[in-house]
């Protein structure tokens, strides 16, 4: 298949368009570049020994979104383009809204329009919102978030759904859990901009020496160590999970939307992950209690038996492996992709 990869430079995105051309499909990506660096492509190129075909510019722009697929003969898309800071999204949730809305309505409309009905897109476990039960399963309703980020995946499935409902569409909505890890080459991984907002990069700054110490966000939780429990997967099953979830939809054409959870089904504490960091990387990790972060819950995991049994696809990877991978490309790139 001929898949248009939306957000293709970023982290999520970058690591799929790998397993794309591994599974003998042939990603295109296009990227504002307004959270990543031209220079993933170089390394996307390295990987694969393939040319990626790349567009540079914003999906909000709809006469360019609708040439790029005039001219694109895409089989299918897979829609990672978006914002998606929790704690940013509360500071400016206008910007939130207007990219992660304005980017769907404009490719959607392009799909239409030039008859492409494929559409993976990435949602995530916050829109089960504070209120369900733990493990999440997929059929929970009332989808709720307690952020702007969120609300607009809320309002981005409902929107994918209602088209979906009409014919026009077949749409996968996956939801991930923590998203961790990296490339086992350790030349593609995660290079947020700025301090870090999640656990994970956090660390591997720490550990690498670009910041002093970590800050635990509470030790007072009703956890067996009193740090929240999360649901932490490795990118690399992640993007398994979308050629999965892409090759279901072709081999189903009358599915209209489903979701799947991504996720490994089971809580690591923030203190066994910074354990786990310190034993794969050889350094210590320093770190003191801080107070809670508005927002956090205690605990969440996903049920994610609906994926093994529809899509034969689970995470297969280890918490340690996560944690070996990060390092890898943490001390191979300090400060990230070059320029
Ligand atoms: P990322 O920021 O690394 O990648 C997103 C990419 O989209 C970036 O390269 C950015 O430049 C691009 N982009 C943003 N707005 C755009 C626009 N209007 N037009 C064109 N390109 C645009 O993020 P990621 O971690 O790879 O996440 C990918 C997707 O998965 C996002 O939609 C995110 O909300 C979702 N998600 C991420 C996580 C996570 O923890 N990483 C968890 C659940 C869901
Ligand atoms: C994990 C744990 C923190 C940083 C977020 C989004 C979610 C999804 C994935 C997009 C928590 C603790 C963190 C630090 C810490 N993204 N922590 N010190 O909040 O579970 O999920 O990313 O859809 O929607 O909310 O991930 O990595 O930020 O935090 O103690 O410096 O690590 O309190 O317990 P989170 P996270």
Known sequence: MRVLVTGGAGYIGSHTVVQLVAAGHQPVVVDSFVNSRPSVIARLEELTGEQIETHSFDLRDADKTSALFAEGGFDAVIHFAGLKAVGESSQIPL???DNNLGATFSLVEAMRRHGVRTIVFSSSATVYGEAAPVPYVEDYEPLAASSPYGRTKVMQERILSDVAATGELQVALLRYFN???AHPSGRIGEDPQGVPNNLMPFIAQVAVGRRQRLQVFGDDYPTPDGTPLRDYIH???LAAGHVAALEHLAAHPDLAVRAWNLGGGRGTSVLEMITAFEAASGRPIPYEIAPRRAGDLAAFWADATRAETELGWRAE?????????????QSGNPQGYPG
Do not use: N
């Open 179 to 181: 998203p961790v890890g």
């Open 95 to 97: 910007e939130y809204y």
């Open 235 to 237: 990118v690399e099953d």
């Open 317 to 329: 990877r280890t918490i340690e492996q996560m944690c070996a991978d990060t390092w890898r490309w």
